[in-house]
């Protein structure tokens, strides 16, 4: 009779060993499960503040358009007038005709 307690002490415990195994897959599916749903969430909320700041913008600009002159036609203005270039200056020659030279 020793024997079978010990057999059936051993089956339990492959029992118990298995079972645990079986707990540890089903927190770990949990867990994934968990974490999606999270970032399901928070994809969604980031989602909804996006479109409410790109609304908001979207206000202001129309609003600050009302408070802006109308913007010139751009055929009507002129290109802007040419600078003539500085002449040369030929670092050799003298500054002044009327240098003496001694």
């Known amino acids: 009779m020793g ?9 339990l ?3 118990g060993l298995v079972g645990c195994d079986m707990v540890e897959k089903s ?3 949990l867990a994934e499960k968990a ?3 999270f970032q399901d969430a928070a ?14 913008v979207d206000q202001l600009q129309q609003s600050a358009n009302a408070w ?3 913007a010139e036609p751009q055929e009507d203005q ?3 007038t040419e600078q003539p270039e500085p002449p040369v200056v030929d670092p050799t ?3 002044n005709n009327s240098a003496v030279e001694t």
């Open 35 to 37: 974490e999606k749903t």
């Open 3 to 11: 024997k079978l307690l010990k057999m059936a002490g051993l089956g």
């Open 68 to 70: 802006l002159p109308p």
């Open 78 to 80: 002129q290109p802007p």
């Open 93 to 95: 020659a003298p500054l």
């Open 27 to 29: 927190v770990q599916q």
């Open 13 to 15: 415990v492959l029992i």
């Open 43 to 56: 994809r969604e909320t980031l989602d909804g503040t996006l479109d409410s700041l790109n609304k908001q």
